[in-house]
Nanobody, 126 residues
Framework: EVQLVESGGGLVQAGGSLRLSCVAS????????IAWFRQAPGKEREGISC????????YYTDSVKGRTTISSDSAKNTVYLQMNSLKPEDTAVYSC???????????????????WGRGTQVTVSS
């Protein structure tokens, strides 16, 4: 059974940090890219970062660049999202997703993803 399970969300004050984890199972982790998405109430889903586990290429959306680090541990089939200097506008449900590796890089487009996790809530208080 294919699974992506997120953890690490919670309530944090503005300026604080969280590390989200995405544990993958049921598919060949090394043949997939992993992306992180977030969706706030009333807003569209936003792809904020992705990592190509095959070639290590990483992308960040501008709203999190400089505050966020994505990393991968293939031995644990896990991708992490370290978020620092959190802001109230970072409040959202954060989900990870997997897309097949296409030869170069990764995509933050929801339509490219084959598998999705259920998400973890991140709430940043002001």
């Amino acid at each position: 059974e294919v699974q992506l399970v997120e953890s690490g969300g919670g309530l944090v004050q503005a300026g604080g940090s969280l590390r989200l984890s995405c544990v993958a199972s049921g598919f060949n982790f090394d043949r997939y890219n992993i992306a992180w998405f977030r969706q706030a109430p009333g807003k569209e889903r936003e792809g904020i970062s992705c990592i190509s586990t095959n070639d290590g290429i990483i992308y960040y959306t501008d709203s999190v660049k400089g505050r966020t680090t994505i990393s991968s541990d293939s031995a644990k089939n896990t991708v992490y999202l370290q978020m620092n200097s959190l802001k109230p506008e970072d409040t959202a449900v954060y989900s990870c997703a997997a897309e097949p590796y296409g030869g170069y890089g990764c995509s933050r487009h929801p339509g490219s993803q084959h598998y999705w996790g259920r998400g973890t809530q991140v709430t940043v208080s002001s």
